[in-house]
């Protein structure tokens, strides 16, 4: 089966859940119009065809469109992801409070459910982008679909970028591990896993065949140790907290929303991205729980020098108030 019809029929079976998705028919068929067209005025051949930089008929609907579906795949997903994910991590009054307030109970297996099935509607629509752009660059004859590949990334556009498909990757990997006595996890997962190589891990996943491969290093590029308190800022790239706070240029104390909208993230240079930086709580997890006595070393380490700033950054609200 195409992928076309198999993404279709996966989207129909997602109907109840009113998921959008990446209309692959109506883009198509903007391509074959843009085919059409060229030909009507002059009878080009096929190696002709939208081979200049820019094409009206296409560019007119096709990357409006594109990014249009994109924005709100993405808004859905990460929307659905932190509500599962704050679920599962809240504590027991809180959880429940939480079920009331939403009207319906989940149980442990059904929020297991609920995040794989986030994870497979995101890598069917990542792939779902990426054989569109494909067709749109083999139609042109140009990397145009590759470059409004990278433009999608640079605003937050790239599903495979969200912190909270990181999230949900850890989240499985985290269950399965306390379930020692049970059986394998599901097929889908199994290319799922944390690997450390010379004390250096790093979470990858390879699904769908490998059309879709996903490598994360875990090392902070900061400190170039592993993360620690990991937050992943709004441009997607994964700092520890406190390398995080020292590049913004803010206290421990003070934290990442109070970070100047001018300051940079260290590796893209995106401007405003500290402010809503996600704390990877499910990562964090796991790496305390695979890299323990780092972790513990770590733990101390930090400990040391969050008192230290607490201490002067009370010191100097304190000479403040009395005028000193």
């Known amino acids: 089966m195409k992928f076309c019809k198999k993404y279709q029929a996966y989207m129909d079976g997602q109907e ?20 059409k067209d060229l030909e009507s005025h002059g009878g080009g051949h096929a190696h002709q065809i939208c081979t200049t930089r820019e094409c009206a008929v296409c560019d007119g609907s096709f990357f409006p469109s594109l990014l249009k579906e994109m924005s709100e795949v993405v808004g859905t997903f990460n929307q659905r992801a932190q509500k599962l994910l704050a679920l599962h991590l809240a504590p027991g009054f809180q ?12 149980n442990h297996a059904a929020l297991i459910q609920e995040g794989k099935d986030l994870v497979t509607y995101a890598l069917f629509n990542a792939i779902a982008i990426r054989k569109i752009l494909k067709k749109y660059d083999k139609v042109h004859y140009s990397k145009q679909g590759q470059e409004f590949k990278s433009q999608a990334q640079s605003m937050h556009m790239e599903i495979l970028q969200s912190p909270w498909l990181i999230e949900l990757m850890a989240f499985h990997i985290n269950f399965w591990e306390t379930k020692a006595n049970s059986t394998k996890a599901s097929a889908f997962f199994e290319g799922c896993s944390l ?14 065949d490998s059309t879709i491969k996903l490598d994360i290093d875990l090392t902070c590029s900061i400190c170039l140790d592993t993360m620690f308190d990991s937050v992943a800022l709004s441009c997607g790239h994964i700092f520890c907290f406190m ?11 003070d934290g990442l929303k109070e970070a100047s909208l001018k300051e940079k993230c260290p590796l893209c240079r995106e401007a405003g991205v500290f402010a809503d930086a996600v704390h990877l709580e499910e990562l964090n997890i796991l790496l305390k729980r695979n890299c323990h006595e780092y972790w513990e070393e770590r733990l101390q380490t930090e400990r040391t020098e969050r008192m230290k ?8 609200q304190c000479r403040a108030f009395v005028g000193v």
């Open 16 to 35: 109840k859940q009113h998921l959008p998705g990446v209309g692959l028919k109506q883009l198509k068929k903007i391509l074959k119009r843009c085919r």
């Open 309 to 316: 700033q607490a201490k002067q950054h009370w010191e100097s």
């Open 195 to 208: 690997s450390i190589t010379d004390d250096k891990p790093s979470l990858s996943c390879e699904l769908f």
């Open 243 to 253: 390398c995080a706070c020292s590049a913004a240029s803010v206290t421990i104390v």
């Open 95 to 106: 959880k429940y409070f939480i079920w009331i307030k939403g009207k319906q109970h989940q």
